[in-house]
């Protein structure tokens, strides 16, 4: 590296006409210090030397002020103090006697501090968005210049202030390896710098071994022109409103980040990342907006940019949402059963088959395919779920069966996508094949006589085909006991008579050659083309009309369960002929009258003596009482008498909780709403009946979180505490008994409100600052929040720095930075401070973390600022005192003062030298140094201590002069 010298020769001056000392101009305070014999030895401005010499040597020496500053005799050693005032570089020195008869001369070196620069040249360069700074090089101060320090601020943006701090102007600072360019007498330093700015620049020098030199003339303003934004717009979110709409927010990109004035922001989606997006353009004011027309169930990839009027910036991470679920788009499409083969049919059963539905057009996660089947004499319609299990050919077929034989089923399709039915496809009529028919109805029997009867039936309700006729047997009785128990081909009961047939259209039969007084069984079957049906029996006495029958006796239940019950019974008087039916009436106890009871007909059995209600017949957990009625061809009896009152037993309750509704009210609260159950769905006794509700999570683990509280019947509200802050949970109330809880549940998700960050889960770690040479910096870093504890959507940290319980400096960093960490600069020496870091999410700040120690350790005090001399003249006497103030950032033990008073022309003069201590708190200082006369002059020097060295000096040179303008005896002096 080159090093600039001064070209100027320096002076020489005679010390006492013997000691001649080359002098230096920076006002650097040294001590020269020679033993004995003068040896070489190089000096530095904050290192003390000792000049020690024989006094015997030096017995005629004179000093003469000005140069030689201070003598002092110790131990018969004589200490001479130099304050030299030429350039650095290396000197010689020659102390003799008065007659000359002896001297040593010794060679010392001197440094100093590099000269200011001048003013840089300040240039942009647009490839890589930096600032070209040439200058010429400078004095080096005799030592190799090691680094170039750069300070630069932004004095003014475009259309916007730049932030001030509180000593005014916000400086940066860059820090360089010095380097010339090659071949040329000049130094060029690149620096990175941020668009849509101006700058404005100051340099100065280091060496390392002294330290920095002075800034140099600020550059000329400089103005960086926009750019892209540097950063994508952050903490971007989508939410899905309808099934056909996505809400996008974003956060503004910072006017720092900006580059530029913003033009606007481009949000970009598309359906699959291998597609182009769609662009969706907003205004630079607007931080939001709602996308339409998309697909339902569709996910959506969203990723979103900032404009500027130069071009775009870098675009946000992908951002994932899916718009919620709707009708299905298509429905079931059958094919047309054109033969058996395409619609296979029997008398029980119907095959259909229908083209699978695309994913496409289901509009939500899933499908099942629905199947409605109906029919002219089906009380209900039936629905039947049919999971979707494609084959090979893309085709579902289904066999619905338990269907009636010969009837035409009307048969339609939709599907269900978990949410929503789609229409319902065009009907296919299907009709089953024949079976043979069921019984005959409707018996009746006319002109009784002793030997004829007119029989009349009706058609069988499930004739299951094409009736092709009936056939009837007549048998006669060979036993008066016959209750209508016995088998019909038992000849030692029933003796066959006669077989009639009759055709279909034809339901009437007249018998004759009948025996008086004689019991009579008829078999009546109805025939298709697969043959005889069911078999219709009764029984009558010629002579005899048959009349209406009496109600049964000893009506009792038993094998009663929550559903169902036995109902015994003993036949009353059938009426001269067979029983058809019996009808079952169940009441509520507590509804007095029996229009509101449960009826049950059953067909009649001969061998009948009790029934069995049907399951699900009755309610649990309630009282009945049962009466039951017979019925003959003629009419029905009275109703029995009632029995006994029965209880049902107990049973899971019939539904669960309908409508939760799940809403937080907190970073740990949710509360939940519900329509209850009424008190016949409980299916219990009210004591036993509790609401279950059960809320759980799952973590990133995969874990469950699984908590539940039980409530009593009556309530219908709860608020659950106790929860983790934002977090999604899962709720559902079930209804529960002594007998189980309900089948079923309705699942309401809910997500609980932000709560401040918890603390940091590690310690603080001190770490050294950037390099800047002049300043002092400390940096600490951090491991982020726990996951279980960010408790939101955390935006940024917070760094606090604090002295004094007081905080002097906050830092936010951002969560894109690579590693967490903040720097804390300008941190003054020999103070003790402490950091802290929270997290900050969108409820605000969290809790600090433990605080960590900072402490930067003194370097030796810089040169003295801010100090004046005065004259201060009173009645009784005039004095001279020089003031100042210490700069708050130095560390200061000691303040050093060493003068020459001159009392006037041809008087004598005097040398001093005193210290004092620094007021911590007003870092104040004054110190007297000498009662003043006209004429009378001073030369002082100022300078600072620590532990770490000396600082330079500041010279002062006053003289008392008579001011006319003042009273007689008064004097005044400027400052210097």
């Known amino acids: 590296m080159k090093h600039a010298h001064s070209t100027t020769k320096p002076d020489e001056k005679l010390l006492n006409g013997n000691v001649r000392v080359t002098h230096v101009p920076f006002d650097l305070h040294f001590f020269a210090g020679f033993k004995g014999h003068l040896a070489s030895q190089p000096l530095h401005d904050n290192e003390r030397g000792v000049g020690l010499f024989p006094v015997d040597l030096f017995r005629n020496v004179k000093v003469q002020q000005g140069h030689l500053t201070g003598t002092k005799f110790i131990n018969s050693t004589l200490e001479l103090t130099y304050v030299m005032q030429e350039w650095a570089g290396m000197f010689k020195c020659e102390i003799g006697t008065v007659a000359g008869m002896e001297f040593s001369i010794a060679e010392f070196s001197v440094y100093a501090v590099p000269a200011a620069p001048g003013k840089p040249l300040a240039k942009l360069i647009e490839s890589n968005r930096n600032v070209l700074l040439t200058m010429q090089p400078v004095y080096d101060g005799n030592l190799p210049i090691s680094h170039v320090i750069v300070n630069y601020t932004k004095i003014e943006y475009q259309d916007r202030p730049v932030s001030q701090s509180e000593e005014g102007e916000s400086w940066m600072t860059y820090v360089a390896e010095y380097k010339e360019v090659e071949d040329e007498d000049l130094l060029q330093i690149a620096i990175p710098v941020e668009p849509w700015s101006t700058y404005v620049f100051k340099v100065k020098m280091n060496n390392n071994s002294i330290g920095s030199g002075y800034f140099g003339v600020e550059s000329e303003p400089l103005r960086v022109p926009e750019s892209v934004p540097s950063v994508a717009p952050g903490n971007v979110k989508a939410t899905a409103v309808s099934s056909t709409a996505i809400d996008v927010l974003f956060d503004a990109i910072a006017p720092d980040d900006a580059n530029g004035p913003m033009k606007g922001y481009n949000i970009l989606y598309s359906f699959s990342r291998d597609l182009p997006p769609t662009k969706v353009k907003v205004s630079a004011y607007t931080t939001g907006t709602t996308i339409s027309g998309l697909r339902a169930y569709e996910e959506v990839n969203v990723r ?35 033969s058996h083969q395409l619609c296979p049919t029997t008398n029980t059963t119907v095959t259909v088959s229908w083209s699978c539905v695309e994913a496409t057009y289901w ?106 006729g009936y056939s009837i047997q007549l048998y006669e009785l060979n036993d008066d006991s016959y209750d209508e128990h016995m ?74 369960t929550d559903s169902t019950a036995t109902i015994h019974f003993t036949h009353g008087f059938s009426g001269h002929t067979s029983i058809n039916r019996w009808i079952a009436q169940v009441r509520n106890v507590i509804r007095p009258l029996w229009k509101d009871c449960l009826v049950f007909d059953v067909s009649y059995k001969p061998e009948l003596t009790h029934l069995q209600l049907p399951e699900k017949f009755l309610s649990p957990n309630t009282k009945y009482r049962a009466r039951l009625i017979s019925c003959n061809i003629v009419g029905c009896s009275d109703p029995s008498e009632e029995s006994f009152a029965f209880q049902t037993d107990s049973a899971v309750p019939s539904v669960s909780a309908s409508h939760v509704v799940a809403q937080a009210l907190s970073s740990t609260e949710v509360s939940l709403s519900w329509i209850p159950i009424s008190p016949q769905e409980w299916n219990d006794q009210m004591s036993k009946c509790h609401y279950v509700v059960h809320y759980w999570t799952i973590s990133e683990t995969g874990a469950e979180d699984s908590n539940v509280i039980t409530l009593d019947s009556q309530h219908n509200s709860t608020v659950i505490v106790g929860l983790r802050p934002y977090t999604m949970y899962s709720v559902n109330v079930t209804a529960k008994n002594s007998k189980g809880v309900a089948m079923g549940e309705s699942i309401s998700r809910v997500r609980t409100l932000e709560a401040v960050p918890c603390a940091l889960s590690g310690r ?76 900050v999410n969108g409820a605000g700040l969290g809790e600090w973390s433990a605080r960590v120690p900072i402490r930067i350790e003194p370097r030796s005090p810089g040169r003295p600022q801010n100090l004046w001399m005065e004259i201060n003249h009173r009645s ?33 003069s005097s040398s001093r030298s005193t210290s004092g201590i620094l007021d911590a708190e007003s870092r104040w200082f004054s110190q007297k140094l000498e009662a003043c006369e006209q004429g009378s002059s001073i030369n002082a020097s100022v300078f600072f201590s620590n532990s ?24 005044a002096c400027g400052k210097h």
């Open 363 to 468: 509009n939500g996660p899933q499908v099942f395919y629905i199947l409605y089947v109906s029919c002219d004499s089906c009380a209900d319609e039936r629905t039947i779920e049919v999971n979707p299990v494609y084959s090979s050919s893309h085709t579902i077929s289904n066999t619905i069966g338990d269907l009636k034989p010969f009837t035409t089923y009307k048969i339609s399709g939709a599907l269900y996508n978990g949410k929503f039915y789609s229409n319902r496809s065009q009907e296919l009529s299907i009709r089953t094949k024949e079976s043979t028919p069921g019984q005959v109805s409707d018996i009746r029997l006319y002109d009784v006589t002793d030997q004829s009867v007119r029989l009349m039936w009706s058609e069988p309700e499930e004739p299951n085909g094409i009736l092709t």
């Open 764 to 839: 603080l770690t001190v770490g050294p600052g950037q390099l800047y040479v002049e300043s002092n910096s400390k940096s600490i870093s951090w491991q982020s929040v726990d996951n279980n504890c960010p408790n939101g959507e955390l935006r940024y940290y917070q760094a606090e720095l604090s002295y004094n319980q007081r905080v002097v400096q906050t830092v936010r960093v951002n969560l894109t930075t690579p590693s967490m960490h903040a720097q804390f600069s300008d941190l003054m020496p020999n103070l003790s401070y402490s950091a802290r870091v929270a997290a």
């Open 948 to 971: 770490r060295g000396y600082s330079e000096p500041r010279n002062f040179r006053t003289v008392v002069t008579r001011d006319p303008s003042n009273e007689p005896g008064h004097a």
């Open 487 to 560: 088998a019909l081909n038992d000849p030692n009961l029933v003796e066959l008579v006669a077989n009639f047939t009759s055709e279909r259209e034809k339901r009437e039969l007249f018998i004759t050659n009948l025996k008086e007084q004689t019991p009579y069984v008829v078999a009546i079957q109805a025939s298709t083309s697969l043959g005889v049906g069911d078999t219709r029996l009764f029984s009558f006495s010629s002579s005899i009309p048959p009349t209406q029958p009496s109600p049964p006796n000893n009506v009792f239940v038993s094998d009663v």
């Open 876 to 908: 009784e006497a005039c004095y001279i005192t020089i003031s100042g103030t210490v700069a708050k950032e130095e560390h200061v033990d000691a303040i050093h003062l060493e003068y020459v008073y001159s009392h006037g022309p041809g008087k004598k």
């Open 304 to 338: 979103v940019q900032g404009e500027t009027s130069v071009g775009v910036g870098p675009l946000s991470e992908n951002v994932q949402v899916r718009t919620m679920e709707d009708v299905p788009a298509l429905t079931v499409f059958f094919k047309e059963c054109l």
